[in-house]
């Protein structure tokens, strides 16, 4: 006969102040590992959320960013008509050549300033990405000294809103347009002209990249073989979202820390349960007995205090889940080891997310209870009944 659950919540109830303590240390060591994951997984959306299956980017061959590539003007000609390119409504081909480089720009957080992706491109590259849209000012004039922000810039940066002036390259450059990108990476860099930009930063020539739109994703498949394949031109072609998938690796030095420490202060968490559940033990060895003499079994007595122990960890795991709720959605950014700058993004708490704290709570539950509920279960009657 099994030991009703009322009982140990009862028992949850009356020892409200060590129940409360013990929920706590463990609610604190899953706000940290769900404040990870939110991180991570904020990274992760925004990074596979850039890009567009159908899109391919055009690097020189061995470059394994844009940062480090350079892409020359003639090879460009011959790349953008290339066959499975798609067509603009003005019945040019959807390719982009642009470059890419870095830019350092101060914050309240970082007085030293922070590197920052600006992009050169032409309109072309605009109407290229069909998820950008403009929410305040124009989007820039070509010959001018005039960048395009994204929200993230905008939100991270004092000095980078709307109006105001950037100093980088020969000169200053207006701030005439905020845009955005949904949860992508777009939002973390900033668009200028592509000619301007490179006359700024020496390299009329030379640039950085193409980005090109095939007609469907098999033509995508093909375009990407055709340009790797072409001794020609010496440049490797992957899609756009391959691209960007790959850029995840920065967020696995924070992921293995993070894990690191929340396996830690999990290791004392489950500690403090067992204690708990150990005092537990000691202080209710004649309502043990007593249960006992009512025919409850060893095991139904072994269960139930098992069963006390996780949900006293459910608990811990449900305050964890409350303690890191107020993070969704907070705007962070962590160093891209392939760009070389920042790509900001929200964290994000999903459902998913929160399941696995709970579930991680509860381990560190079962972990502190198996042993205090066999010392329960093997108690004999007599002695039980005896113990103060």
């Not at 070509?142 to 922000?149: A, F, I, K, N, S």
């Amino acid at each position: 006969m099994a030991i009703p659950l009322a009982y140990n919540f009862r028992n949850l109830v009356v020892r409200k102040t060590t129940t409360i303590m013990t929920a706590l240390g463990i609610a604190l060591t899953v706000a940290v590992l769900l404040a990870i994951l939110a991180l991570v997984n904020g990274l992760r959306t925004a990074l596979s959320a850039t890009g567009d299956p159908r899109h391919v980017l055009v690097l020189r061959k061995g470059s394994e960013a844009e940062l480090t590539s350079n892409m020359e003007r003639g090879a460009f000609q011959v790349i953008k008509f290339k066959l499975g390119i798609a067509q603009s409504k003005s019945g040019e081909p959807l390719a982009s050549l642009e470059i890419v480089t870095v830019i350092n720009l101060t914050s309240v957080d970082a007085p030293d300033g922070i590197n920052v992706t600006l992009r050169g491109l032409t309109p072309e590259g605009v109407e290229l990405r069909e998820q950008l849209k403009l929410v305040a000012g124009r989007w820039f004039e070509t010959g001018r000294r005039e960048v395009v922000v994204g929200q993230s810039i905008v939100k991270r940066f004092p000095g980078a809103q709307l109006g105001s002036k950037l100093r980088f390259g020969r000169g200053d450059w207006d701030i005439v347009g905020v845009m955005s990108a949904g949860q992508s990476a777009v939002n973390s860099e900033i668009f200028a002209d592509l000619n301007q930009v490179s006359s700024d930063f020496q390299r009329s020539e030379v640039l950085s990249s193409a980005l090109l739109r095939a007609t469907d994703v098999v033509a995508a498949d093909a375009l990407i073989k055709d340009l790797s394949s072409d001794q020609r031109l010496n440049v490797s072609a992957l899609s756009e979202k391959e691209y960007y998938a790959r850029q995840t690796i920065s967020a696995l030095p924070i992921q293995f820390l993070g894990i690191f420490v929340s396996v830690i202060m999990a290791v004392g968490s489950g500690f403090a349960a067992m204690n708990t559940m150990y005092a537990a033990v000691a202080r209710r060895s004649q309502e043990i007995g007593t249960l006992r003499v009512l025919g409850f079994s060893r095991g139904s007595i072994l269960l139930s205090f098992f069963l006390e122990s996780v949900l006293l960890s459910a608990l811990g795991g449900l305050i964890g889940c409350l303690l890191v709720l107020p993070l969704n959605g907070v705007t962070t950014g962590i160093g891209n080891f392939v760009t070389f700058s920042e790509t900001s993004f929200n964290l994000r708490v999903t459902p998913l997310i929160m399941v696995y704290g709970v579930a991680f709570a509860m381990l560190l539950g079962a972990f502190g209870g198996l042993f205090p509920a066999r010392m329960a279960a093997k108690k004999e009657i007599l002695i039980a009944l005896r113990e103060l």
